[in-house]
């Protein structure tokens, strides 16, 4: 048995103090170690960074003062090495956590949050050992009323409260984020088993409408998937001023949003960013199922000491992206207009990165951890997203089963055998192996599909296949600058700008009424002239340029206006001659064809129902 005490003594310093005791520990040294990265976020993390000091002691256990100093040696960056003993072997030791994300830790007197990963040791040759862990409020006023979130299985502790919690395996214990703090709950039960919502963070939005969404989209995955794989499921939600992102456990998930993503109390209406928010619960949720479970075989058992690869992230990530905003129109938490716009939105965030042109989805996941995870002001040109072109990829063949198979078999029965033969049966999925699933049951006819969608960079042929469903695709040049794509309605004033406004192919960022570059496309009108990203423009045409006048400036312009423009590239002054093009045709737009067909009609009732 393993104990790990976690006090947080320090909170206006954020410092966890831990102390831990190996009752068994190795006669010839014990060694420990920190995972340098956390399962779900491929990118070396080092969270031996944030151990500020530790120390080693022997002794027995009912000697709790005897403790006598043993040496404790580092070997690399991560892991530590403590002298023989034949007794009990104790280490203490203090970890800064002010990293407010959902993979560190993060302490102050408001509240705690930790991912036992970043806190807790892994003692070597006993990993599948149980551990227990006890977990203190800090001894401050405002911790009085705290109380504690967390999957981990509680031993002595109350339901909701500090005190005893175990966990039979070290990977088992590091996958139960916990929170400390004051929080709202919302409860519900989705397929029998009961759910809660835990939001941290000053908010007044309306629980129960989330709550009720909620329990629709669990309920949608759990009965594609026929079991929830937990007994109970907590999401961990934080609501902050900014920020937006989660990271998915096996009963659990940790979520950040704004708090303007959450919905207002007595308004009924669907605001983009709420339907975001519900798409990222959707999302972390279908990982319970897909890759926490159903997992790479290269996870199996996870090697957190060093990178994992897999060219699969596609199916893991991608898959699980096109579900969540699929659960969303099957559960009705939107309709079917409200889904083909988020799709056509993000099919635009695809077509806007020319990356997609250089490098596959099955090369973006193997090299997740120095591309995606690392990404730099070409990212846009060089990369392409497995997440976004996953989904795509996803919906792709979705639509192709379900065409070549009339209806027989789609993307469901595909996650269904996954879970079933790989997921239930707790055995890793090998390379290769999901299209090859795919594959087998559309048949040939596939083959080809499969391998271009995953093994080159040709456009994926969506417009074919929406034909099935009576959509239409339709791409457009930006209507405006924020023009996310989707539906617009085409006002004449609009029409005439998107017609003739010529654009840079730059994104720009108002820095305290300067416009600093940020990034520039590829074969665009900036990039030919020769501006890069990091410069600061300062007048186009002999006229200076702020934050305030740029776009009204910008709107004026012409498709191919030849204009100066003044730079500063760090403090050299530059002039540049640019000749400006016409808006790319990267935006889509995807609706219902009005003179669908009988067949068309049931098609698409039975993809999206
Ligand atoms: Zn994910």
Redesign the pocket.
């Known amino acids: 048995m393993i104990h790990y005490d976690v006090n947080a003594k320090q909170p206006s310093a954020h410092i966890f103090n831990i102390r831990m005791r190996i009752t068994k520990p190795s006669p010839d040294g014990q060694k420990v170690s920190l995972p340098n990265w956390i399962p ?1 976020s491929y990118l070396i993390r080092d969270f031996a960074k944030h151990i500020i000091q530790i120390a080693a002691f022997e002794g027995s256990e009912d000697s709790e003062d005897a403790l006598k100093p043993i040496t404790i040696d580092k070997i690399d960056s991560n892991t530590w090495e403590c002298g023989k003993t034949n007794e009990h072997l104790i280490l203490e030791y203090t970890v800064y956590a002010w990293d407010n994300s959902v993979r560190g830790s993060h302490l102050d007197e408001n509240h705690a949050f930790f991912n036992p990963c970043s806190l807790f040791l892994m003692v070597h040759g006993q990993e599948n050992s149980p551990c227990k862990v006890n977990l203190s409020a800090p001894d401050i006023e405002e911790a009085k009323a705290w109380q504690v979130a967390t999957t981990l299985p509680r031993e002595d502790a109350k339901p909701w409260g500090f005190g005893g919690y175990i966990a039979s395996s070290y990977e088992e214990l590091i996958d139960h984020p916990v929170e400390m703090g004051r929080f709202d709950r919302v409860q519900f039960v989705a397929g029998g088993v009961p759910h809660t919502i835990v939001v941290s963070g000053k908010h007044d939005g309306d629980l129960d409408r989330l709550a009720e969404d909620v329990r629709k989209i669990c309920e949608n995955q759990i009965n594609l998937f026929g079991n929830a794989p937990f007994q109970e499921y907590l999401f961990l939600l934080t609501v902050q001023r900014e920020g937006y992102g ?1 990271l ?1 456990h096996r009963s659990s998930s940790a979520l950040i949003c704004q708090r303007d993503a959450l919905p207002v109390l007595n308004d009924p209406s669907l605001k983009p960013a709420y339907i975001t928010l519900l798409g990222l619960f959707s ?2 949720y279908f ?1 319970a199922w897909n ?1 926490k479970r159903i997992k790479p075989e290269s996870f199996m058992p996870y090697h957190l000491d060093q990178k994992s690869y897999t060219r699969q992230l596609w199916a893991f ?1 991608g898959i ?2 096109y579900y969540d905003e699929l659960a969303l129109v099957r559960s009705k938490v939107i309709n079917t207009e409200q889904y083909l716009d988020i799709l056509a939105q993000s099919l635009t965030r695809v077509l806007r990165a020319s990356g997609r042109k250089k490098q596959t989805i099955t090369e973006s996941s193997f090299d997740a951890w120095i591309k995606y995870y690392q990404p730099n002001e070409n990212a846009a040109n060089a990369i392409v997203s497995y ?1 976004l072109k996953g989904a795509f990829v996803g919906l792709l063949f979705d639509m192709a089963l379900r065409q070549f198979s009339e209806n027989r078999v789609s993307m469901d029965d595909v996650m269904r055998f996954l879970w079933r033969e790989y997921g239930e049966r707790n055995i890793g999925v090998p390379e290769g192996k999901i299209e090859e699933i795919i594959q087998e049951m559309a048949g040939e006819k596939i083959s080809t599909l499969v391998f271009d969608a995953l093994y080159t960079t040709k456009e994926l042929p969506l417009e074919i296949f929406f034909q099935h469903f009576g959509l239409t695709l339709k791409l457009r040049g930006a209507v405006v600058n924020e023009d996310l794509g989707g539906k617009k309605a085409l006002t004449p004033s609009t029409e005439t700008t998107i017609f003739k406004q010529g654009v840079f192919g730059f994104s720009i960022q108002k820095v305290q009424g300067r416009i600093i570059v940020t990034q520039v496309s590829d074969d665009s009108a900036a990039q030919l002239a020769g501006i890069s990203a990091q410069d600061e423009i300062i007048a186009i045409n002999g006229m200076r340029v702020d934050s305030e006048s740029f776009d009204k400036i910008a709107k004026r312009l012409r498709i191919g206006q030849e204009i100066k423009v003044h730079v500063f590239r760090q403090d050299l002054l530059k002039e540049k001659l640019v000749i400006l093009k016409a808006p790319p045709l990267d935006t889509a737009e995807i609706s219902m064809q009005p003179n669908m067909n009988e067949a068309q009609r049931r098609n698409l009732e039975l993809w999206l129902s």
């Open positions: 779900g989660g998915e999302h972390e990982h890759i990530e699980t992206s997440y």
